[in-house]
């Protein structure tokens, strides 16, 4: 299938998707919680992603939901709360620019849906009998309510009316800006890599001599970012670091361990890249090669 009609085929699961939870939103039953009619009409959304996802057997359906669905939530959040203007502005500009970059970074690397991501197979071949509940469960559902919940800090910042402490909003926005540009980064300088890569090379180059994941430290830069807002707004709820704490217990302990077991089961001369660059945190190499 050709990358064309793979994403006219993705876009069409997407706004079916979007159109349920609408329509959750505007005829469903109200819970009396703004959060809490969000994240059934999350949810909805993502059992249709699912059944695109079941339908052409490729869980890839839902890589972009990732990015896809967070500045819905938030505009939808913004227009029915009553949370202070510049902290509002703030947060709005960094989440939309986070989620361009990120969902145009899905769209440059998307193959089509001939292609799907090596670890989904691999969970559904070790679930075994289990497999669509793995699918269904660890694939679809465990993502999206892990964002909701790094999300809840940008609902508190947009939905709280008291000023608050407007100087953390505008550290926020900076710490967050600057974790999207160092993400852009990284993810331009693995492309421009893979491109021209000879059989084997490792990449070691530019900020991956400085961390050999900057993409996921640069991701959870902007999840702290966005916890920092909702900090700003309520400034004694050290809780909603809870969704920040979850990404960053994911790469560490699940995302980064698979990424480099299969890169060292590939490409050996990636043990000299273990040995040489941090894992997660950036800091400068003894040695930049030239």
Sequence with gaps: ??????????????????????????????????WLDTLIADVLATLVVFAFSRAYGNSSFYDAYWSVIPPL???????QGDG?????????????????????NWLYAFPGLHHEDWRYPMFRERAGRWELVVDLVAIH?????????????????????????????????????????LEFTADAQMHRFVRDRRPGQVMDRGLWAWSRHPNYFGEFGFWFAVALFGVAAWPTACWLFAGAAAMLAMFLGASIPMMEERSLARRPDYQSVVDRVPRFVPRPPAKVRA
């Design 1 to 34: 299938m050709s990358k064309a009609r793979s994403l006219w085929i993705v876009a069409v699961a997407y706004l079916i998707a979007v159109a349920v939870a609408a329509a959750w939103l505007l005829w469903g039953p109200d819970t009396g919680w703004l």
């Design 73 to 79: 939530l938030l505009l939808y959040w913004w227009s």
């Design 84 to 104: 202070d203007p510049l902290r509002s502005a703030l947060l709005v500009v960094l989440v939309m620019v986070w989620a361009v970059r990120l969902t145009g």
């Design 141 to 181: 559902l465990i993502p999206t309510l892990q964002v909701f919940l790094a999300m809840v800090p940008a609902y508190v910042a947009v939905t709280a009316p008291q000023r608050g402490l407007a100087w953390l909003s505008v550290v926020a926005f900076v710490l967050g800006m600057a974790a999207v540009a």
